[in-house]
T-cell receptor
Framework: AQSVSQHNHHVILSEAASLELGCNYSYGGTVNLFWYVQYPGQHLQLLLKYFSGDPLVKGIKGFEAEFIKSKFSFNLRKPSVQWSDTAEYFCAVLIRDDKIIFGKGTRLHILP | DGGITQSPKYLFRKEGQNVTLSCEQNLNHDAMYWYRQDPGQGLRLIYYSQIVNDFQKGDIAEGYSVSREKKESFPLTVTSAQKNPTAFYLC???????????????FGQGTRLTVV
């Protein structure tokens, strides 16, 4: 069955630390890949997406992600986190028939 | 403004009663989705629909039903057969197609259902 795995369920970092959140998916066909963020009390927002072309994609608020097809991975990175990045982050994949599958999410807590 | 509207924001129901959650979008999107969000479980797909009058089961469809009579609307009914219905329900929509640059899921604000 198709699935999305996020390796870290809860991450705690200090401000200015670098961030990398892992995401792997299991599906052999063509995919679109996404990272969504949910800030406390707010609805889900798109951070960035990959559909084709350059495997390194840049999103809002200084986030970027790299698609490595051979590893079925789409890891999210940010060189220097801020307190305002405290949120829950979800990796998602769009596969055939418009099915979109989400991972279980990673709660990121930034210490001021 | 274009967007997705879910109503109501909070819903209380007695055990054994069916309840229908509303989802409307004016984004002219073909695909619509229902997810259930529980702490530590992420978003789990209940049902999704690519086009009007067609829908597919997601990973946790048991105890739920949907209809897609209009492009703009995708209501979800939580039936009495759903063993653990108390949860936060999210509706989303997207333009169809993998490899389409502007394909992404747009989400509503969610409905928190509590069954007592």
């Amino acid at each position: 069955a198709q699935s999305v795995s996020q390796h870290n369920h809860h991450v705690i970092l200090s401000e200015a630390a670098s961030l990398e959140l892992g995401c792997n998916y299991s599906y052999g066909g063509t995919v679109n890949l996404f990272w969504y963020v949910q800030y406390p009390g707010q609805h889900l927002q798109l951070l960035l997406k990959y559909f084709s072309g350059d495997p390194l994609v840049k999103g809002i608020k200084g986030f970027e992600a790299e698609f490595i097809k051979s590893k079925f991975s789409f890891n999210l990175r940010k060189p220097s986190v801020q307190w305002s990045d405290t949120a829950e982050y979800f990796c998602a994949v769009l596969i055939r028939d418009d099915k979109i599958i989400f991972g279980k999410g990673t709660r990121l807590h930034i210490l001021p | 403004d274009g967007g997705i509207t879910q109503s109501p924001k909070y819903l209380f129901r007695k055990e054994g009663q069916n309840v229908t959650l509303s989802c409307e979008q004016n984004l002219n999107h073909d695909a619509m989705y229902w997810y259930r969000q529980d702490p530590g479980q992420g978003l789990r797909l209940i049902y999704y629909s690519q086009i009007v009058n067609d829908f597919q089961k997601g990973d946790i469809a048991e105890g739920y039903s949907v209809s897609r009579e209009k492009k703009e609307s995708f209501p979800l009914t939580v039936t009495s057969a759903q063993k653990n219905p108390t949860a936060f329900y999210l509706c989303a929509s997207s333009k169809s197609g993998v490899r389409i640059p502007n394909t992404e899921a747009f989400f509503g604000q969610g409905t928190r259902l509590t069954v007592v």
